[in-house]
């Protein structure tokens, strides 16, 4: 996610996105950067959250 | 040994409610899910799915609906209402048969609805300002509140600042982490045409969103596009407010830019497929947004379901 603040920015930002296609660098980098919010880790995180509740 | 959990979902959040089916199915808890006929709609992918167990029902009054299922309730080791928005006063008197965990959504409208009142504008608004004192809709939500064993917020960032600014939410009530919204599923399938498709996903809602902002800053930069840009207004365009806004980017001339609207809530097949073929998403969120009479922060009292959006895929998100 990348965030804009006022018209100048989001300008900028959006320019680069769509003449120079910038966002498929932050496409490119999604596999690793979100692999601690897959399907694996997230699961066992919420597991281990959920028991932790049930035995309290 | 494989624990039972009931999704209640009695409005519209499907795609929070589908994530945490995926993360609890994916750990071998046995899922049940109480909801109504549009929510298991918009799940068309576990439909079917053998391991879920379905209660559907019309739940306009969400309490007698699952007071009618309170022996269904009582099989389960833990109870997560994913949202809770209206039928506050009967649903606090139910006797939940399993430990229940809340999540919260919206933080001012819950703690701190007399502070971040909005002036009402409107015939409409002043009748919800009467309802709102006369049946004490905040009295109400308190009452809620404590009728479950524990809340949860959208965010761990947001949870934290809830606490902090209203330390008393610690000496009340009993919290669990945030739990996840959504997650990482994997790339998209990459496109190879060279047309540039940008979505805004959610329905059209000039109260929430900065559409102005972003059809000036679409004016100066149209004139040096090179390729067909495809723009997506991805949600309910039904209001008159939001049809304006689609007429002013219908008006935004270039012939490479083609605006896409839909003038009825989508179906979620149709929204998945459009949000899985977007090469980023556009989310030109206003600080804040009214929820009825209270105004919440984003990023501060409440999330935006566009960020939900954006994780399954990896979409860039700006």
């Known amino acids: 996610m990348r965030s804009y603040r006022g018209e100048e920015d989001l300008v900028n930002t959006l320019r680069s996105w769509l003449l120079e296609r910038d966002f498929l660098l932050l496409r490119q980098a999604a596999p690793t950067q979100l692999a601690p919010y897959s399907l694996d880790p997230l699961s066992a995180q919420l597991d281990r959250e959920l028991r932790a509740i049930l035995s309290r | ?318």
């Open chain 2, 1 to 318: 040994m494989q624990k039972k959990i009931a999704l209640i979902e009695p409005y519209r959040h499907s795609e929070v409610l589908r994530s945490l089916i995926h993360l609890l199915d994916h750990r071998g808890w046995r899922v049940s899910i109480f909801t109504n006929p549009t929510v298991r709609a918009d799940l068309y992918e576990v439909h079917d799915h053998p391991r879920l167990r379905w209660w559907v029902g019309d739940t306009q009054a969400p309490a007698v609906f699952l007071q009618g299922h309170l022996p269904q309730l009582a099989e389960q080791d833990l109870l997560l209402f994913v949202t809770l928005v209206t039928d506050f006063n009967r649903l606090s008197r139910i006797d939940w048969p399993a430990p229940s965990i809340l999540i919260l959504h919206n933080g001012h409208t819950f703690f701190a609805p007399w502070q971040h009142l909005r002036f009402p504008r409107r015939g409409r608004d002043w009748l919800r300002l009467l309802r709102m004192l006369l049946r004490g809709e905040p009295r109400r939500r308190q009452r809620l509140l404590a009728s479950v064993d524990f809340l949860s917020g959208p965010s761990p960032h947001i949870q934290a600042d809830w606490c902090r600014r209203w330390p008393q939410l610690l000496e009340r009530y009993q919290w669990v982490s945030p739990l996840p919204f959504a997650f990482y599923e994997g790339p998209g399938v990459e496109r190879t045409d060279s047309r540039l498709r940008v979505v805004i996903p959610g329905t059209v809602n000039p109260a929430g969103r900065d559409y102005q902002l972003l059809y000036r800053a679409l004016q100066r930069i149209l004139p040096d596009l090179q390729q067909p840009l495809d723009l997506f207004l991805l949600g309910s365009a039904r209001s008159t407010a939001a049809r304006r806004v689609v007429q002013s980017f219908e008006s935004l001339s270039s012939p490479l830019l083609t605006c896409h609207y839909f003038p009825d809530v989508l179906a979620q097949v149709d929204f998945d497929r459009h949000l899985r073929s977007a090469d980023f998403l556009l989310l030109p969120l206003r600080s804040h947004y009214p929820l009825g009479l209270i105004r919440e922060r984003y990023g501060y009292s409440t999330i935006s379901g566009g960020l939900n959006d954006a994780q399954p895929k990896g979409l860039p998100l700006l």
